[in-house]
C-alpha cells in the first residue's frame, strides 16, 4: 500500500522532470575606458552627448536591429529563403525579427562605472538552448564594440563639420565687428571711452611737453642772444635779433662789457621768473619770486647808471643797425667770427625744430581736448561695438578651442586610442543547466513519492472492510463470541502464499525499485552531467540502428540466394 505508489509515482515525477525546460546561462564582460576629450567635450544643439549614449547603448544592443547584426553574423539562418540578390525575402525577415526578439529576450545586459572613464559591461544569457548561449554573448561584446566605434567616429565627424560652419560664420562676425571699430576710430582719433582717463593723461603729457618746449625756446634764445652779444662786444655793436625791450636798453647802455653782463643778467632773470609761473604756477608773492624781484630791481638800477644821453643813444643805436644790416664785425678775428657764425646757425636750425614741434604740440592738444569733448558722446557707441568685437573673439576663441579638442580626437580614433576596450576573457558559463536544480528535482520526486504511498495507505485504511480478528467482529456486532474457527489453509493456499511471498513480491518490489532508481539517475544525470545522459540516450537509438541494417543485410542476402537460384 505504501511502496508500490511511492515508487510509481516518484518514477512518474522523475520522468516527468526530463520534459521540463532547462536553463542554461553563459556570461561575458569587457572594460571600456574613455579618454577625457570625449567625456568633456561639447556638443551641437540637438546632439546626443557621449555621457547620453554611455547610458542608452546598453538598451540599444537587445533592439532588434543589433539583435538582427547578432543573428545574421552568427549565421543562424543560413537556410532561410533569400532572393537573387541575396537580401532575406519577407518570410524570412520576420523569421529574422522573431528570432532576433526572442534571443533579444534572453539577454541581460548591465554596466557600472567605478569612475567617469570607466565602464564595465557584463552581458548574461540565460536560455534553454546550451548550445548558443556563449558565442551569442561573445558576438553581442564584438557588436557593442563595433557599434560603439562607429558611433563615435560618426558623432566627432558630424560635430567637426557643425563647429567649422559656426567658426566660419564667427569669423564673418567678427571682421565685420572689427570694421566698426576701425571707422569708429578713424572717426574720432584719440577717443578712448573704455578708459577715459588716458585723454587727460594724453593732454598732461602734451601740455608738459608744450610748456618743455617753450622753455626750450627761451633758452635757445637766451643762447642765440649771448652769442650775438658776444658778436656785439667784440664788434662793437649791438646784436638785431635781440628783444625790443632788452635792446632798447641796451641802445640806451654803454656797450661796455659790464653793461652787456647786466642786460644778460637781467634777461636771466626774467626767464627763469617766467618759468616758475608757467611750470610751478608760482605767484608774485612767493618767497622765490620775491627773490628774483628784489634782484631783477638791483641790476635795473645798477643799469641806469650807466645809460647815456639821448643824443648818444641815437647816433649809437644808428651805427649799430647800420652795422648790423652790412654784416661788419670789426675787431673780430676770421676763425673766431665763423665758430661764432656756425653756433648761431645751429641755435636756428634748433630754434626752427623747436617751433615745428611747437605746431605740432599744439595741433595734438586741439585734437585731445576735441577728443575730451566727444568722449562722453561717443561713448555708448565705442561700447556697443567693443562689446560686440570682444563677444565675436570669445566666440571664436570657444571654437577654436573645441576644434583643437576634435581634431585629436579624430585622430584618435583612426588609431583606436580614444575608447580602449579591454575585452579579457572569452565567454563563460556551465555546461550544465542551472534551472531546475538536480538536488530540487530528486527531493520534489521523493517527496511527491511519499506523499502518494501515504495517501494510499490512508485511503486503504479507511476503506478497509475485512474483520481479520474475533474481537472485530465482535465489536461490530456486540455480540459476544462463544466460539472461533481460524483460517483453514490448505496446502494450495500454503503453495500460493509461498509462491507470492517468495517471488511476486520480491519481483514487484525489485522491478518497483529498479524503475525508481534508473528514473532518478537518469534525471540526475540529465542535470549534472547532461553529455553522459545524452550518450545513455543515444544507446538504445544506437543499437535499433545496428539492427536495422543488420536486418536490411540479411534481406540482402535472401534476395541475392533467389536470384541465384532463379534459372
Known amino acids: 500500500m505504501f511502496f ?92 529574422l525579427d522573431r528570432l532576433a526578439r526572442s534571443l533579444g529576450a534572453n539577454l541581460a545586459i548591465n554596466s557600472t562605472s567605478p569612475s567617469e572613464l570607466v565602464d564595465i559591461v557584463r552581458i548574461t544569457y540565460t536560455g534553454a538552448d546550451a548550445k548558443i548561449g556563449k558565442s551569442l554573448v561573445d558576438q553581442v561584446k564584438k557588436t557593442y564594440i563595433k557599434r560603439t566605434t562607429s558611433w563615435i567616429r560618426e558623432y566627432l565627424t558630424l560635430q567637426r563639420d557643425y563647429f567649422l560652419r559656426e567658426a566660419e560664420e564667427a569669423g564673418e562676425v567678427l571682421l565685420r565687428a572689427q570694421r566698426d571699430e576701425t571707422r569708429l576710430r578713424l572717426e574720432s582719433p584719440g577717443v578712448d571711452p573704455s578708459d577715459p582717463s588716458s585723454i587727460a593723461v594724453k593732454l598732461s603729457q602734451l601740455e608738459l ?9 627761451r633758452d635757445c634764445d637766451t643762447e642765440m642772444i649771448a652769442q650775438r652779444q658776444v658778436l656785439a662786444d667784440a664788434a662793437g655793436v649791438l646784436p638785431s635779433r635781440l628783444p625790443a625791450e ?102 636756428e636750425r634748433k630754434i626752427k625744430d623747436i617751433d615745428l614741434s611747437l605746431e605740432t604740440n599744439v595741433r595734438a592738444i586741439t585734437d585731445l581736448t576735441k577728443a575730451k569733448e566727444q568722449v562722453f558722446d561717443k561713448r555708448e557707441e565705442f561700447s556697443e561695438v567693443l562689446g560686440r568685437v570682444a563677444k565675436a573673439k570669445q566666440h571664436v576663441s570657444q571654437l577654436e578651442s573645441t576644434l583643437g579638442m576634435i581634431e585629436p580626437a579624430l585622430k584618435a580614433v583612426e588609431q583606436d586610442r580614444l575608447v580602449q576596450f579591454i575585452e579579457g576573457q572569452p565567454a563563460r558559463g556551465p555546461a550544465t543547466p542551472i534551472s531546475p536544480k538536480a538536488s530540487t528535482v530528486v527531493l520534489l520526486s521523493l517527496l511527491m513519492g511519499v506523499v502518494a504511498g501515504a495517501v494510499f495507505v490512508i485511503l486503504g485504511e479507511l476503506f478497509d472492510n475485512i474483520y481479520r480478528s474475533s474481537g472485530q467482529v ?29 517471488v511476486a513480491s520480491p519481483l514487484i518490489v525489485a522491478a518497483c525499485l529498479s524503475l525508481t532508481i534508473m528514473a532518478g539517475s537518469l534525471a540526475y544525470l540529465s542535470l549534472t552531467q547532461p553529455w553522459a545522459y545524452q550518450r545513455m540516450r543515444s544507446i538504445p537509438q544506437a543499437a535499433l540502428e545496428i539492427f536495422i541494417e543488420r536486418h536490411d543485410r540479411s534481406a540482402d542476402r535472401e534476395d541475392d540466394v533467389e536470384v541465384s537460384n532463379t534459372p
Open 246 to 347: 632788452v635792446r632798447n636798453s641796451m641802445n640806451r647802455t654803454a656797450v661796455t662789457p659790464r653793461g652787456l653782463h647786466m642786460l644778460t643778467a637781467i634777461q636771466d632773470v626774467v626767464a627763469a621768473m617766467t618759468k616758475l609761473r608757467e611750470t610751478r604756477g608760482v605767484t608774485d608773492a612767493h618767497p622765490e619770486m620775491q627773490e628774483l624781484l628784489a634782484k631783477k630791481q638791483r641790476l635795473e638800477a645798477e643799469l641806469e647808471k650807466l645809460q647815456l644821453p639821448d643824443s648818444e643813444t641815437d647816433s649809437t643805436a644808428d651805427s649799430s643797425a647800420a652795422s648790423t644790416e652790412s654784416g661788419l664785425l670789426v675787431g673780430t678775428t676770421g676763425s673766431e667770427q665763423n665758430r661764432v657764425n656756425i653756433q648761431i646757425a645751429a641755435l
Open 4 to 95: 508500490v505508489p511511492f515508487c510509481i509515482v516518484s518514477c512518474a515525477a522523475f520522468i516527468v522532470s526530463f520534459y521540463y525546460p532547462r536553463t542554461y546561462s553563459a556570461t561575458t564582460s569587457f572594460e571600456v575606458r574613455n579618454d577625457p576629450i570625449i567625456i568633456s567635450l561639447p556638443m551641437s544643439p540637438g546632439a546626443a552627448s557621449y555621457k547620453y549614449f554611455r547610458s542608452t547603448m546598453t538598451l540599444d544592443l537587445t533592439s532588434v536591429d543589433a539583435m538582427r547584426e547578432v543573428v545574421e553574423a552568427l549565421g543562424l539562418l543560413k537556410d532561410t529563403d533569400r532572393d537573387e540578390s541575396g537580401a532575406l525575402t519577407p518570410e524570412g525577415s520576420r523569421r
Open 209 to 217: 611737453e608744450h610748456r618743455d618746449l617753450l622753455s626750450r625756446r
Open 474 to 502: 465482535a465489536k461490530s456486532l456486540g455480540l459476544p463470541i462463544l466460539e472461533a474457527i481460524d483460517e483453514i489453509v490448505t496446502p494450495h493456499d500454503r503453495r500460493r502464499l509461498l509462491v507470492y511471498r517468495a
